[in-house]
Nanobody, 121 residues
């Protein structure tokens, strides 16, 4: 139905920057919520940043001032610019979206497969 494909992960030194992108495709009527979560082995998946259905943005306290989320509604993409990266930012980053596939039904949750971000010397 709907596919989310992430790109842009990799290895970066502390203090460096990375840019993650996510593109949604498939049977999309509208995207209500779109953003990024991350997960470290042995821990729960946590919110990094997202656009709400009203168009505002939320950020985890740990990334405020360092990460910036942006969105292109026409292309169904969301981007996460990550600056001043720290070793504790190391995780698998997942794109998430709440997508309406028709005008009738409520939005459904979709996840990308994840992209690994490693912050290390």
């Amino acid at each position: 139905q709907v596919q989310l494909v992430e790109s842009g992960g990799g290895l970066v030194q502390p203090g460096g920057s990375l840019r993650l992108s996510c593109a949604a495709s498939g049977s999309i009527f509208s995207i209500d919520v779109m953003g990024w979560y991350r997960q470290v082995p042995g821990k729960e998946r946590e919110l990094v940043s997202l656009f709400t259905s009203g168009g505002s943005t939320n950020y985890a306290d740990s990334v405020k001032g360092r990460f910036t989320i942006s969105r292109d509604n026409a292309k169904n993409t969301v981007t996460l610019q990550m600056n001043s990266l720290k070793p504790e930012d190391t995780a698998v980053y997942y794109c998430h979206a709440v997508v309406r596939t028709t005008s009738i039904y409520a939005g459904m949750n979709f996840w990308g497969k994840g992209t690994l971000v490693t912050v290390s010397l």
